[in-house]
């Protein structure tokens, strides 16, 4: 989708839950954010880019029981573990907070607040898993059961397994104690439900105008049309953000993540010294364009709960909902206990952060599952990083350095320029499309035509060929040079550490991270000195 340039945008990523380290499967989302980000920057777009830990919910509280710490100390390790992995990616969020921190708790109390006021909020007895043996209520991740909808085993909250639908409390069968592995009994408990059924016309309407990918629209209106049921949005466990007015029950952590995003917002523009109601512009006053970044597994969070959420408590709804495809490690859903799981932490002692970035594009369509292996990604190394694009610059460079020392004089041919024109053109409609494949795809082939140009012209020998040799030697030198200048600035969004290296080999001035897309036009400087360059990438042995 087009955006509005005129509008400042709010990309967010979705919230990583920090019971445990980086694996691969998470990067889906968080790599292809921030490609976005790099080229709407690019492309001139005023970007914030947001996100934080997910700190809430039972899993954290079964990690730290089963640890005997506190799920501060949990939430501490890993939240510090995300934020190194993000650094050493290059993923360059402007704010990366906490849903447990004092803003998100108080936006979150007054979300729910109005939700109430606005007379959305109804309180129900109801049917809650029980554990006769614990003596105490079993809040989703507390209890394991069978799906009710597709019969595998399940979660107390979601299909995890199967069909991968969101349970409500009370309704998983044959439930067992997590902590005992008892059976458990239901037991009417009070609790606060959302009228979420209420919102369905909002929602059909709103899907039709949200932005994004297919996916994310298409799932969302086919459970909208089925049958929306209301939603229970507490929980009764003392870790969380306190319904308002009841000290014994917290606000379910689907109410509370996704309102980080707001908390985030308003913490980032705080740290920047805006005023105490700059974020209001984000997410009251429709002044700006909220893109969420997510994977397919929380859809039904972002494009259901969340906007309704939002309609019912008078906030601004997102406009575009970007889903990403789920990566599989040879074939197989992720499994820690299978060992079907690749660490990123381990993954950058071995390789290069972008050449993960890059491969993690490159390998499949953004909706598309990826499936990982170390055969495909030494494949994308090894064929098109090392023998195309570290090729080209390598070679290039080498001749340019050996024989000119410095940039050479010469004019910079139409063909040159109609197919850096025709690459801006792919990448633009790739990135808003969210099609990264076909935006590496798009300066790859650009990368291709380089290589041919070279080869092509023969340089090599027209560099024996006297004055008039060595000047038209000069200006392919200078043409191909061009090209590298524009691929830099073109896959800066996906490898931005290495293209600043190349940038740097280039000896260019000014800062590849920063600069402009117009800069592709922008004639190379003839008369610089060149560095002698280096190799930009390692082939990838198995
Ligand atoms: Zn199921
Ligand atoms: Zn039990």
Redesign the pocket.
């Known amino acids: 989708m087009n955006i509005p340039v005129e509008k400042p945008v709010l990309v967010t990523s979705a919230l990583p839950y920090v019971n445990g380290y980086c694996h691969i499967g998470h990067l889906r989302t968080y790599v292809p954010a921030d490609i976005y980000v790099r080229m709407l920057r690019k492309m001139g777009y005023d970007v914030k880019f947001v996100s934080g830990s997910d700190t809430h919910g039972t899993p954290i509280v079964l990690s730290a029981e089963a640890q005997g710490v506190t799920p501060d100390e949990v939430i501490t390790k890993y939240h510090a573990h995300f934020k190194q992995v993000f650094k050493e990616l290059h993923v360059d969020f402007d704010y990366y907070g906490r849903t447990d921190s004092e803003t998100n708790h108080r936006r979150t109390n007054d979300i729910v607040t109005k939700l109430i006021e606005h007379g959305h909020v109804y309180k129900q007895s109801m049917k809650q898993a029980f554990c006769t043996t614990c003596v105490r209520f079993l809040p989703d991740r507390y209890v394991e059961g069978t799906?009710?909808?597709?019969?595998?085993s399940?979660r107390g909250d979601e299909?995890d397994?199967?069909?991968?639908?969101h349970?409500e409390p009370g309704e998983i069968l044959e439930p067992h104690c997590k902590i005992c592995g008892n059976e458990a009994d239901f037991k009417d408990q009070e609790h606060f439900f959302f009228k979420l059924s209420s919102f369905t016309d909002f929602l059909l309407f709103y899907l039709d105008t949200l932005g994004g990918t297919l996916n994310a629209r298409n799932y969302a209106k086919e459970w909208v049309k089925k049958e929306l049921r209301d939603w229970c949005i507490t929980r009764s466990l003392e870790w969380g953000v306190k319904f308002p007015g009841r000290d014994d029950l917290v606000v379910y952590v689907w109410v509370d993540a996704p309102i980080g995003y707001i908390s985030f917002t308003e913490e980032l523009l705080k740290a920047r010294g805006e005023d105490e109601r700059a974020w209001r512009r984000y997410w009251k006053e429709d002044k700006a364009t909220i893109v969420h970044f997510i994977g397919t597994d929380i859809i039904y969070h972002h494009c259901i709960f969340w906007p309704a959420m939002l309609k019912g408590a008078g906030y601004s709804l997102p406009a575009v909902v970007v889903a990403s495809g789920m990566v599989k490690i040879d074939g197989k859903t992720f499994s820690k206990t299978r060992g079907d799981v690749v660490w990123v932490t381990e993954f950058l002692e071995r390789f290069h952060p972008d050449t993960l970035r890059y491969y993690l594009v490159a390998q499949s369509s953004h909706t598309k599952e990826l499936d990982f292996s170390w055969q495909s990604f030494a494949m994308r190394v090894n064929k098109e990083l090392v023998a195309i694009l570290g090729n080209l610059v390598y070679r290039v460079l080498s001749f340019a350095y050996n024989n000119f020392g410095v940039v050479p004089d010469g004019v910079i041919a139409d063909e040159v320029v109609a197919k850096i024109e025709k690459t801006r053109e792919e990448v633009i409609s790739a990135t808003e499309d969210y099609e990264f494949k076909k935006l590496v795809d798009a300066v790859m082939k650009l990368a291709d035509f380089g290589n041919s140009f070279f080869q092509r012209e023969e340089p090599w020998h027209l560099i024996k060929q006297g004055d008039q040799g060595r000047e038209r030697c000069g200006e392919i030198i200078k043409n191909v040079l061009q090209l590298i200048k524009a691929i830099c600035i073109l896959l800066e969004p996906v490898m931005p550490a290495k293209m600043e290296e190349v940038w740097q080999q280039l000896s260019m001035e000014g800062d590849v991270h920063t600069v402009q897309l117009d800069e592709l036009f922008v004639s190379i400087e003839s008369g610089k000195a060149l560095k002698e360059p280096t190799r930009l990438f390692e082939k990838v042995e198995l």
Not at 161 to 165: D, I, M, S
């Open positions: 799906c009710p909808y597709c019969g595998e399940a299909c397994q199967g069909c991968g639908k349970l």
